[in-house]
C-alpha cells in the first residue's frame, strides 16, 4: 500500500515533493501550507524589485523546462507564476490544504501525528501519516532586530519579507536598517520615491554586476523549439557557478578573480571616495553572501540617499538616534534578514520515545545529507540543515533531496519505518566539519549562515555535484529499521 505523506509547505520544495510522487502515481498525500497561496519565500516576498540572482533557467525544476521566462535573471512575479503554472500542470493544487498551520508532529512508534490549525478558527485536527516531509526552507521566518525603542516609533514600520504595499514611499522620508540581498534590491527602487533615504549599514558586503537581459520574442522561441537549447544554457550556466564561483567559497583559485570583479564593480559605480572606503568590506569575499546586483550600487550615490554607518543607539518616535545624533524619519524597513538556524520553528516536533528535536538540535541543527534525523523515523528535511548554497541553486539541491525521499519510500514501505543510523550521522558530521574547515564562511564575519556561537548550521561545504551523487546512492544501508523502544 502506497504510504500516506504529509508534506509541510507548498514552496519550491513542498511543491517539487508533491509532484515527484504524483508523477510516481502515489497520491496518498497531502500538502499543508500556513498561507493563502502557494510559493513560499516567493509569496513573501514581494518587496519592489524582488527577484532572484540565480538565473532563471537554472533556478527552476529539471523536469519543468519553461520557455516563458521573459528575463536572465527572473523577478518575482515571473518566478511565483512559474510555481503556479508547475502546481496546475502537475496536478497537484488540489493537493494543498491552504491556511493549514501544522502546529505538531508526533511519532507514535508506527506513524506520525500530525497536528494542524485549520482556518477560520476551526478546532486543531490531528490525522496519521506514515512519512512526513518538511519543506519549510531556511528563510521563512523574518528577524526583526532588538533595538531599544522600537515600539515607540510613530510612524510606520515593516519588515522587507511583509512589505506594506498599502504605505505610499512616495515623498517620504525612509529608513532602511540592512544592506544584504533583500536591501539591495528593493533600495534602488525605493530612492526612486522617497524624499530622502537612510540606509543604515552595519557590514559592507561584497556585490558583484548581475548581467540581466530581457529574452525578447525570439529567444524565447528558440528556447521553446530548438531542441537541446534549454538544457545546453541551463547546463552552461551550472557549469560555471561550480567551476568558478564554488571555488571563490572554498578559498581556492578564484578568490581573487571575484574580489577584482567586486571592487572593479565599486570603483565604476561609485565615484566618491568617501563613499567607497564605506562600501569596502574588511572579510573575505564570501564569508557573508555575495551581493549580485548592478543597481544598488548607483541608488547609494543619488543626492538623496545616504549611507549611515554610526551604530545605531535607539529607534526614536520620530526617527532613529545614532551616536551621531537623529534622522528624523517616518518610515523604517528592517531589511533585518530572517531567523535562519532555528529550522522549523515553531512547530513541535517529537519522534522516537518522545524525543524533542528543538531538544536534541539545542546545539545546532544538524541532519544525514540534510535529510534524515537519527531518532525521527520516516521524517525527511527539504532544504534542511547544511543545504544551502552561497554559489549555484537550491532548486537543483531540492531536486536532489526529492529524489533520495523517493528513493527511500519503496525501503519504508516494506521494512515499516526507518531512521538513520546514529553512527552514520556521526560520520556525516565528522565529514562536514572536516569540509567546513577550508570553506570562508568560518573566516571573521558573522553572517545568516552560522549560529550565535559560531558553527555553519546552513550551508554545504562542497560541490553540487558531490551532493548529487551522495543522495543518489541508494541509501538502505545509511538507515535501519526502527528499533524498539
Ligand atoms: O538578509 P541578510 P536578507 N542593526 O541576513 C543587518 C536570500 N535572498 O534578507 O551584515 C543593524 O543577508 C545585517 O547587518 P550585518 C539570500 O540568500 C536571495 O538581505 O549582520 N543592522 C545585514 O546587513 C540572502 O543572503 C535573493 O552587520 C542589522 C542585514 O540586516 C538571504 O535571502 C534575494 C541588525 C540582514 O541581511 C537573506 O537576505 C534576496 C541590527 N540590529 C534574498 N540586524 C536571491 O536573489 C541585522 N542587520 C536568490
Known amino acids: 500500500m502506497a504510504p500516506r505523506v504529509a508534506i509541510i509547505g507548498a514552496g519550491f520544495g513542498g511543491l517539487c515533493m508533491a509532484i515527484q510522487l504524483e508523477r510516481a502515481g502515489i497520491r496518498s498525500y497531502t500538502v499543508f501550507e500556513k498561507a493563502d497561496g502557494l510559493g513560499g519565500t516567493w509569496r513573501d516576498n514581494s518587496y519592489p524589485g524582488a527577484g532572484c540572482d540565480i538565473p532563471s533557467h537554472l533556478y527552476s525544476y529539471s523536469f519543468e523546462k519553461y520557455a516563458s521566462w521573459t528575463r536572465r535573471y527572473p523577478e518575482q512575479p515571473e518566478i511565483l507564476g512559474y510555481l503556479e503554472h508547475c502546481a496546475d500542470k502537475y496536478d497537484v493544487r488540489r493537493k494543498i490544504r491552504f491556511r493549514t498551520e501544522v502546529r505538531r508532529a508526533v511519532f507514535d512508534g508506527s506513524q506520525w501525528q500530525v497536528t494542524t490549525s485549520p482556518p477560520d478558527g476551526e478546532a486543531e485536527r490531528t490525522e496519521a501519516y506514515d512519512v512526513v516531509v ?79 537581459a530581457t529574452f525578447g520574442p525570439l529567444a524565447r522561441l528558440a528556447f521553446r523549439f530548438v531542441p537541446g537549447l534549454q538544457r545546453a544554457y541551463r547546463e552552461w550556466i551550472y557549469r560555471y557557478a561550480e567551476t568558478t564561483l564554488y571555488p571563490a567559497l572554498a578559498q581556492g583559485w578564484s578568490v581573487d578573480l571575484l574580489k577584482k570583479r567586486a571592487l572593479g564593480h565599486l570603483r565604476d559605480q561609485v565615484p566618491d571616495p568617501e563613499l567607497r572606503a564605506k562600501l569596502t568590506p574588511d572579510h573575505p569575499p564570501g564569508c557573508k553572501r555575495v551581493v549580485i546586483d548592478s543597481a544598488f550600487y548607483p541608488a547609494l550615490t543619488r543626492p538623496n540617499v545616504d549611507v549611515v554607518t554610526d551604530k545605531i543607539a535607539r529607534i526614536a518616535p520620530k526617527g532613529i538616534e545614532t551616536t551621531e545624533g537623529l534622522r528624523a524619519v517616518d518610515t523604517i524597513v528592517y531589511a533585518t534578514g530572517f531567523r535562519s538556524t532555528e529550522f522549523l520553528t515553531p512547530m513541535e516536533i517529537a519522534g522516537r520515545g518522545g524525543r524533542s528535536l528543538r531538544e536534541q538540535w539545542a546545539g545546532g541543527a544538524e541532519a544525514y545529507l540534510g535529510i534524515s534525523v537519527p531518532n525521527f523515523p520516516n521524517m525527511f528535511l527539504l532544504y534542511g540543515p547544511n543545504t544551502n548554497l552561497g554559489h549555484n541553486s537550491i532548486v537543483f539541491m531540492i531536486e536532489c533531496q526529492v ?48 549560529t550565535a556561537d559560531g558553527r555553519v548550521t546552513n550551508n554545504w561545504p562542497g560541490r553540487t555535484t558531490l551532493y548529487r551523487r551522495l543522495t543518489a546512492r541508494p541509501p538502505l544501508d ?4 526502527v528499533p524498539a523502544g
Open 134 to 212: 518538511l519543506g519549510v526552507g531556511q528563510l521563512n521566518r523574518p528577524r526583526l532586530p532588538d533595538i531599544p525603542g522600537m515600539p515607540d516609533f510613530e510612524g510606520v514600520s515593516f519588515h522587507s519579507a511583509r512589505w506594506n504595499h498599502d504605505h505610499d514611499l512616495t515623498g517620504r522620508r525612509v529608513a532602511v536598517i540592512g544592506n544584504g540581498s533583500s536591501a539591495a534590491q528593493f533600495i534602488p527602487r525605493v530612492a526612486e520615491q522617497a524624499e530622502r533615504l537612510y540606509v543604515f549599514q552595519r557590514t559592507p558586503n561584497w556585490v558583484i554586476p548581475k548581467p540581466d
Open 403 to 450: 529524489n533520495h525521499i523517493m528513493a527511500c519510500l519503496p525501503h519504508l514501505s516494506e521494512r515499516g519505518p526507518i531512521e538513520v543510523r546514529p553512527e552514520v550521522m556521526a560520520a556525516w558530521s565528522r565529514r562536514l566539519d572536516a569540509a567546513m574547515e577550508r570553506m570562508v564562511w568560518g573566516a571573521g564575519c558573522q553572517s545568516w549562515y552560522k
Open 478 to 481: 545509511a538507515y535501519r529499521p
